[in-house]
């Protein structure tokens, strides 16, 4: 469980994230959303320790972790993705996953020169795993492909996948579908959803596609100009007549102009 | 009465040489961080390209002379400077036609165009030193001081002189009027808006419809002119000689970084920081703790740090500073 | 469209063509005798000895650059401080000085590490008047280092000022000294990344720049380390000396066997003698660097410097990675350092200058391609093989130029400042090796 | 990655010591414009016909794909992740050397120019990502828009507020404090300040939230039924398709279906695989 | 016989502007024997040239590994720094076997250093001219000074010698503060020389280097108007760089009484450069030197004529001063005692290094005047 509490981000003079309180239950797909610039990312970027607070705490599973770095976050089963993905992009499909686990033995310089043995074994593993995932994916085929040659949407899998190779308690999606095909996009949901019932992954997705979120989401938390606006289930999210004059809008006025 | 003499010998040894020559690390400073903004790499060659400008101008000074032209009370080499900007700007851009062009078209890394600077800064060593050799050159002519010591104890009646030599008030009053013309091309005039913007974003600079090209061409020209025109006058206030113009890149570059590249307001900043901090912190205090405190005879010099050490206090200041201040003293391109 | 695009980056034979032609060009130099190579062994193995100091320095240099991008404009401190380590290490100690203030001197820098360590510490946990209190600490901290030091060192100093005025060594084995060098360097490296890395990253280019000539200001003034720009020498070898040889039959015996003199025997003998030694470190590193470059570490590393936020996300401590290349880069620097010293002979702080000790490395690297540590080497060796014979080819470079030209002011002017040829050479040579092979000799694959 | 970063070698990214790695760009701004060539009878307004070509030396993205926009229409290219949507609009600007096909804009052959001298002949362009001058405020990321006109811009800029008004809150703002959305309306303004013969927008509303969308949509159907044809690549295809005259579906860089948007929509396969339906 | 002499300076580095008039020097000797046909029985004398950089000790290892083992040079006009001619004397020119003679390493360490029997230098020690120079100083009435030095171990030995001197002799020195050459600004050092005060300032530092630099800044803050030159400062360039700025200072430099120095000035010009140059006129006698001496042991052999090198700067015999090689090769070659004056009075002492015999100079209107000699 992540809890918020009263948390502030300012910039300069102007307030990002503005007393912003909200919890994301375990096991849950909670969305995320809100109007451009309501401070979704960058709460994400305070939560996650890329950006530290201004005021406010943060908790997980009752543990404070306010302004903890990302390496800590990880170890402690909290992961992300990225907005714009972020691949290694001279680096194999494979090796981004195999490169994810933390404790590998051979990440210990002096042991890479004295247990050879036990790096090979941990090794084999790892590729195993990796290519789990990879299948888990569909995209074993790109196994040896250089991630950077990915399109938009197979690295935004990549991102996902590299959140299964260790055993992750909360992920967090930053626009996960901005950019993606929206076949592909179903194929993520997918995932998602399979990761959070067989896995029991608890996530928290940032999306403007509000098909995605009614599909995934529940429950669903608006963020308006630095603060917590409504939260609910998507159906009622929906339906919130505040929700709909900051956000969601009543569709286009120019459909009339569109020829046959 | 005292506390005036404290105050003159601080100014005359700490605050004008430090202005003076803070002056001519900001606008080295302002051509390196100009071509690290605008074509992102750090040039090494930018101290050598100081000392070829001030060649040229030296030669065409001579020439000056030589014909019996002057220019009253100022150093002629003042006349002599656009020719050397002229040729200064040729050499670079000759340099960038047959050197840097080439990487920039195939897109090269960065480091790749930090490494050919480093060819060219040996090049271009070479060329200076075949055009006027290694010595030094003096080249400073017209009234010498605008205020001497003997002449402002006459005037005051003090104990310490202040002496305020042309060259440090010109070396000041240029790198103002030239620091002010560069700031306003670069943020009211349409080209300047233009070197921006490509520095910001070069493919959505080109699909604006800017000419990259041209951007390349101005961005050199303007650092040739800088270049130029810092190494005249650090040449005019000291003295020329080639090798000095390799070592003076050293505290240019600290200037730039502590200003945070590829920021010409702190480009300036940073060079005065240095200036100050090396003149400022191993000044031994004891003659103005003399002044101040009639009678008090302390044992040493008062001095923080030797002299030696000047060029590591500032280092250990711009290090503070950084530490303090962690995006440099004014934001920079490389955050 | 492009030409330059290195097909052969893949080409395993790359690497093995460059060194034969490497090995080629030794050869010449060591047996053909015109106006282009000397035809001396001695020559030959005297450049090569240096080269391969240099080809270790290049492998320090490319562990931070090309494991972890990390930019070490520091290179000459950190060479500079490995080479105080046979000073410290090999030479006798010097009579009376420690009596004079060894200990004095040990206190005085413990009394100013331990003030920098309680106002760090001051820093962490006060949470209140924390500024006010790190003043106070570190001035007072700074005026009792100031009284203790102070004393101590003139007292050292005035012991025989001439031939010692320093502490001397501890009359260890010179070769002790260079694992000794790579300590110091690492530890200087220490402290020059934990305040630096994890910071912007043109910090880490200013603090190196400012490492690098504190570390050669304190050599050049603290006469009491290694006798400041009075340098040390005569500091003890690891291998024979050429005169010992030439006094002994059976050396000139063999000598004469072979057909050499004994003067140009014992120097190649000798030159032997080091090479071996240089080669064995040499082929250490690389062996371990290689070890762990090709596993998980490589690996990591790889993706923190592909790409640091996402490396950070995915768990890896990117500062202590940073900060861990860092220090086993500069400490490879230091060994260097110390074998240099060690084969000088001479400890002379005055000759550590950047251009020479800091871009000529990185020119060594860059050329070589960075990323590699085989490509390091070479670059390494033949950049210094070319920064020695461009002495006697530029010269001859300018001949072959102005002989078209009429005798004259012009010619002569030419003629005289050929010694500048250098410059101009290496910077040519730079710049072709970079125009058609812009990923180094042997790229990183 | 593109190849020429892997011929010269892209490093770490603590280069930022000595190098500046922001804002570096892909395209090369030295090449020099060829004539323009007459164009055919019957064209649309523009057409890229039977492009082919590639990045750099590597291989074809596109494979004999043809794109056109009519006077007055929308056209919207929709299809996977990597099928070469972006890749067919850099085409049309020039900003990849064809193997083989033409560009031509209104009855001229502009193959052989460069994107500056396009965007001097009337296009306009927002590409998918980096499409803002991060340091330069708002307001100047619009005046740069602007660049290559000559009159009073006053009465465009307030327009383009008019249009965002999130966005003209944050005038003095630096744009890349913005957030993504915003950043987005930035950059459509900012094409939108060229006033373009034909504008062309690589997902614009990416990022962007509905609201914004649809007003985005809505401006768009305005801007085309003023006379500006637009061309635009979409991943919210099914929105998207209800505002096209006609409709691309891209597939590994060749055109696999084309059709008025209703149409595309009404297929049933085709918004399966493609549109996500 | 053609004889190859190796001239070892740094032609590039920090004191590359320095170079050339010291090889011009050394160049300007061997002509002159060259021309007179006189060295065992008519040969020639080459000179290669090599650059020691100065300031980087492998690559002048190098250069003159690379004079003796490929060019065959005979003997060594060189090394320029004492740091770098120590590490080729001990890794080079020893092993070898070689004469190695130089005009400007004046570092005390040389003095003792094991060599064989190899190495001198026309360049007399620090110690002695501190000597000379707290007399100087002394005698002028002047008892308080601050001292500056190029920081490096002529700079530093000849300071601190300089000070001992001083000091012994009742006088005080405010401060000895080391400047670094090539710097790109000295306000910061003669803040602290004025801040400690004295009625002169001692500049033991190079003419065309920071010394300038620190007299420059000095001049123009009106720290201090009178100077003491050392043998780095004196020289023409000093009075073309400050003409009568620097009226009433004085300083010293190595020089026989009488008209060596002047001769040898006169002979440099007709060649066209400049003999004023700190160091040329060390170098003319280091070449001078060699080649008399191998025409005393009758061979090349750097072995046998290392001998002799004493022997013909020392007394007894004929005194010879500049542009008398040919004189003095009459002398040798008729079996006579030859005692090689030359342009700075060489007398060897102890390790084969000159005694030094010291003029003293002072500025007046703009010129510079002998106006003794120590
Ligand atoms: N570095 C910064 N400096 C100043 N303002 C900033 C900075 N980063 C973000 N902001 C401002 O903070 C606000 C919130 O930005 P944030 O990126 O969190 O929005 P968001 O909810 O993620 O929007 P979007 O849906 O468009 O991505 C925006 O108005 C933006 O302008
Ligand atoms: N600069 C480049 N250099 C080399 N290959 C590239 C480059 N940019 C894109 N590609 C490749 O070209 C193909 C098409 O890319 P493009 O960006 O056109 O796809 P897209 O249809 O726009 O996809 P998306 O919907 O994800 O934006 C992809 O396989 C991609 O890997
Ligand atoms: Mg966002
Ligand atoms: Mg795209």
């Known amino acids: 469980m992540i809890r918020v509490e009263d948390l502030h981000r300012h910039f300069g003079g102007f307030h990002a994230v503005d007393g912003a309180s909200l919890t994301i239950e375990t096991g849950s797909i909670t969305g995320l959303i809100g109007p451009n610039g309501a401070g979704k990312s960058t709460l994400f970027n305070v939560i996650a320790g890329v950006l530290p607070p201004t005021s406010g705490r943060v908790f997980m599973d009752g543990e404070e972790i306010t302004g903890m770095p990302p390496h800590e976050l990880f170890h402690r089963g909290l992961l992300r993705t990225f907005q714009l993905a972020h691949e290694f992009s001279s680096m194999t499909v494979r090796e981004n996953l195999m490169m994810v686990p933390g404790q590998q033995t051979g990440e210990t310089i002096w042991k890479t020169w004295f247990k050879r043995g036990q790096i090979e074994r941990e090794e084999a593993k790892l590729r195993k795993k990796a290519d789990e995932v990879l299948d888990f994916l569909t995209i074993r085929h790109l196994t040896h492909e250089k991630a950077g040659n990915l399109s938009g949407g197979q690295k935004k899998l990549l991102e996902l996948g590299r959140t299964m190779m260790v055993d992750a308690k909360v992920v967090f999606l930053d626009e996960v579908g901005a950019g993606v095909n929206r076949t592909l996009l179903g194929t993520i949901g997918d995932a998602i959803v399979r990761l959070n019932k067989e896995r029991g992954y608890t996530f928290c997705v940032i999306e403007h596609d509000m098909d995605f979120i009614g599909r995934l989401c529940d429950p669903v938390i608006v963020m308006a100009e630095g603060k917590v606006l409504a939260e609910g289930s998507a159906d009622q999210i929906m339906q919130n007549e505040e929700v709909i004059e900051a956000y969601l809008g009543t569709g286009l006025k120019n459909k009339d102009m569109v020829g046959a | 009465m005292d506390i005036l003499n404290a105050l003159v010998a601080f100014l005359n040894f700490v605050f004008i040489p430090a202005a003076a020559y803070g002056a001519q690390l900001a606008l080295g400073a302002l051509g390196v961080t100009l071509v690290y903004g605008i074509l992102r790499f750090s040039n090494f060659a930018h101290g050598d390209t100081m000392a070829f400008g001030t060649a040229v101008t030296i030669l065409v000074t001579w020439g000056l002379q030589a014909i019996g032209i002057s220019f009253g009370p100022l150093p002629t080499a003042l006349l002599a400077l656009p020719f050397g900007i002229a040729a200064t700007a040729a050499l670079v851009l000759l340099t960038d036609r047959a050197v840097y062009r080439f990487y920039r078209v195939k897109k090269a890394a960065p480091i790749i165009l930090v490494m050919a600077s480093v060819g060219v800064m040996f090049l271009m060593n070479g060329i200076t030193r075949l055009l006027i050799g290694v010595d030094e050159q003096r080249f400073s002519d017209g009234t010498r001081f605008v205020m001497d010591v003997r002449t402002f104890k006459a005037m005051t009646g003090l104990k310490e002189g202040l002496a305020l030599k042309t060259t440090q008030v010109l070396t000041v009053v240029v790198a103002m009027i030239v620091v002010w013309a560069l700031f306003r091309f670069l943020n009211r005039t349409k080209s300047g808006k233009a070197m921006r913007a490509y520095s910001d974003n070069e493919d959505l600079a080109l699909l604006s419809g800017i000419d990259p090209e041209k951007v390349v061409r101005m961005t050199w020209i303007i650092a040739a002119s800088l270049a130029t025109i810092a190494g005249v006058l650090y040449g005019l206030d000291k003295a020329f000689k080639p090798f000095n113009y390799f070592q003076i890149l050293l505290p240019i570059f600290a200037a730039a970084i502590v200003g945070g590249l590829g920021n010409p307001l702190g480009a300036i900043a940073g060079g005065f920081v240095v200036a100050f901090s090396e003149v400022a912190v191993t000044y031994p205090w004891l003659k103005v703790a003399r002044y101040l405190f009639p009678g008090w005879e302390p044992e040493g010099l008062l001095q923080l740090l030797g002299t030696e050490y000047k060029f590591a206090v500032s280092f250990v200041i711009l290090i503070a500073v950084l530490l303090f201040k962690p995006t440099g003293l004014f934001r920079g391109k490389s955050v | ?445 | 990655m593109s190849d020429m970063d892997q011929t010269f070698g892209n490093r770490g990214n603590r280069d930022a010591s000595v190098v500046n790695p922001h804002g570096r760009g892909t395209i090369d701004g030295s090449r020099k414009s060829g004539a323009v060539g007459p164009g055919r009878t019957g064209d649309p307004f523009l057409i890229g016909d039977s492009m082919s070509g590639g990045y750099g030396r590597g291989p074809d993205i596109l494979h004999d794909c043809t794109i056109a926009v009519e006077q007055g229409q929308i056209a919207v290219i929709v299809g996977p992740n990597g099928a070469g949507k972006s890749t067919a609009m850099k085409a049309i600007f020039g900003m990849l050397d064809l193997r083989k096909g033409s560009v031509r804009l209104n009855g001229q052959d502009i193959t052989a120019l460069n994107p500056q001298d396009r965007v001097k002949a009337g296009m306009g362009f927002v590409p998918q990502v980096n499409n803002i001058f991060p340091s330069m405020t708002v307001e100047e990321n619009l005046e740069m828009g602007a660049f290559i006109r000559n009159d009073d811009i006053s009465g465009t800029l307030e327009q383009v507020y008019d249009l965002f008004p999130a966005v003209a809150e944050k005038r003095r703002q630096a744009a890349g404090e913005l957030s993504g959305g915003q950043r987005q309306q930035v950059a459509v303004g900012r094409a939108l300040m060229t006033r373009p013969k034909v504008l062309m927008l690589d997902e614009p509303t990416a990022g962007v939230s509905p609201i914004v969308m649809d007003e985005l949509f809505d401006r768009i159907i305005a801007i085309a039924r003023g006379g500006l044809p637009v061309l635009m690549v979409e991943q919210n295809a099914q929105q998207a398709m209800n505002i096209a005259d006609k409709a691309y579906v891209l597939v590994q860089g060749a055109n696999a279906h084309t059709g008025t948007g209703k149409e595309l929509m009404a297929n049933d396969e085709v918004r399966r695989t493609f549109l996500g339906g | 016989e053609d004889i190859k002499l190796g001239i070892s300076l740094g032609f590039t580095g920090p004191l590359e502007s320095m170079a050339p008039d010291m090889a011009n020097g050394a160049e300007l000797a061997m002509k002159e024997v060259t021309e007179s046909g006189l060295l065992l029985d008519g040969s020639t004398v080459t000179a290669v040239q090599g650059d020691s950089t100065c300031a980087d000790a492998a690559a002048a290892v190098a250069t003159v590994e690379r004079l003796i083992s490929a060019e065959g040079v005979k003997g060594i006009i060189g090394g320029m720094c004492s740091g770098e001619t120590i590490a080729s004397l001990e890794n080079v020119a020893k092993p070898n076997g070689i004469v190695m003679i130089s005009p400007s390493a004046t570092s005390p360490a040389l003095s003792d250093i094991e060599d064989n029997g190899l190495f001198f230098r026309t360049s007399p020690s620090d110690a002695r001219q501190g000597q000379v120079m707290a007399d100087i100083i002394m005698s002028r009435g002047i008892d308080t000074v601050a001292v500056t030095y190029t920081n490096n171990d002529y700079g530093k030995g000849l300071a601190d010698s300089f000070q001992a001197a001083f000091e012994a002799a009742g006088g005080t020195v405010t401060v000895n503060a080391a400047h670094d050459d090539g710097k790109a600004d000295y306000s910061a050092e003669v803040a602290a020389l004025a801040s400690a005060g004295g009625d002169a300032l001692v500049v033991a530092g190079y003419v065309d280097q920071g010394g300038s630099g620190v007299v420059r800044a000095s001049l123009d803050t009106g720290a201090f108007d009178t100077f003491v030159f050392p043998d780095g400062m004196v020289g023409n360039q000093l009075v073309e760089n400050f003409g009568s700025e620097i009226d009433g200072s004085f300083g010293q430099n190595p020089a026989a009484e009488g008209e060596g120095r002047d001769t040898y000035l006169k002979l440099a010009e007709e060649a066209g450069f400049d003999g004023s140059g700190a160091f040329s006129a060390e170098a003319y006698d280091a070449a001078a030197l060699i080649m008399l001496s191998m025409a005393a042991a009758g061979s090349s052999d750097p072995a046998e004529y290392k001998e002799k090198v004493m022997d013909i700067a020392n007394e007894p015999g004929e005194e010879i001063m500049p542009g008398e090689l040919v004189k003095a090769l009459e002398i040798i070659n008729g079996g006579g005692d030859v005692d090689y004056v030359g342009a700075t009075s060489v007398d060897f002492v102890g390790g084969g290094e000159s005694a030094g015999i010291y003029r003293e100079v002072a500025f007046t209107d703009g010129k510079m005047e002998i106006v003794g000699y120590r």
């Open chain 3, 1 to 445: 469209m492009s030409t330059n695009r290195q097909a052969a980056a893949s080409n395993p034979w790359r690497a093995p063509i460059l060194f034969a032609v490497l090995a080629v060009l030794f050869i010449l130099e060591g047996t053909v005798r015109n106006s282009m190579f000397s035809g001396s062994w001695n020559t030959a193995l005297a450049i090569l000895n240096m080269g391969l100091i240099s080809a270790i320095t290049a492998l320090g240099v490319n562990m931070q650059w090309g494991y972890a991008g990390l930019f070490n404009v520091g290179v000459v401190g950190f060479l500079a401080l490995g080479g105080v380590a046979p000073v410290l290490i090999s030479l006798e100690p010097v009579e009376g000085a420690w009596q004079a203030g060894g200990a004095r001197i040990l206190i005085a820098l413990a009394v100013g590490v331990g003030t920098l360590a309680l106002a760090t510490q001051a820093w962490k946990r006060l949470k209140t008047g924390r500024g006010l209190a790190v003043l106070v600490i570190l001035v007072v901290g700074f005026v009792v280092y100031r009284g203790l030091f102070d004393p101590a060192v003139d007292a050292i100093e005035s012991n025989n000022p001439a031939r010692h005025g320093n502490l001397g060594g501890l009359g260890l084995p010179v070769l002790l000294s260079w694992a000794v060098g790579g300590i110091f360097a690492a530890a200087a490296a220490w402290a020059v990344g934990k305040v630096a890395l994890g910071l912007r990253s043109d910090y880490l280019a200013i603090a190196t720049l400012g490492i690098g000539e504190i570390i050669v200001a304190v050599l050049k003034n603290e006469d009491w380390l290694a006798r400041g720009v009075k340098n040390v020498t005569s500091i003890p070898r690891p291998v024979p000396y050429e005169i010992d040889l030439q006094q002994n039959p059976e050396f000139v015996e063999f000598a004469t066997r072979w057909g050499f003199s004994a003067a140009e025997a014992s120097g190649i003998w000798v030159k032997l003698c080091y090479m071996l030694l240089f080669l064995v470190v040499l082929l250490t590193i690389i062996l371990l660097a290689e070890l762990a470059l090709k596993s998980p570490w490589g690996r990591m590393m790889r993706a923190i410097r592909d790409n640091e936020t996402a490396a950070e996300a995915m768990g890896k401590d990117v500062t202590a990675r940073h900060l861990q290349v860092f220090i086993l880069g500069s400490a490879v620097i230091g060994i260097a350092g110390a074998m240099m010293i060690t084969q000088d002979g001479l400890m002379a702080p005055v000759s550590y200058n950047p251009l020479r000790y800091t871009f000529l490395i990185w020119v060594m690297v860059i050329v070589g391609g960075s990323g590699n540590n085989w490509g390091a080497v070479l670059g390494a060796i033949l950049i210094w093989f070319l920064w020695i014979k461009v002495e006697v080819w530029g010269p001859e470079l300018i001949g072959l130029l102005t002989s078209p030209l009429p005798d004259g002011g012009l010619k002569e002017h030419l003629m005289d400042s050929s010694a500048h040829m250098r410059f101009i050479a290496m910077g040519l040579v730079l710049l072709l090796v970079l125009r058609f092979a812009p990923r180094g000799l042997v790229p990183e694959n």
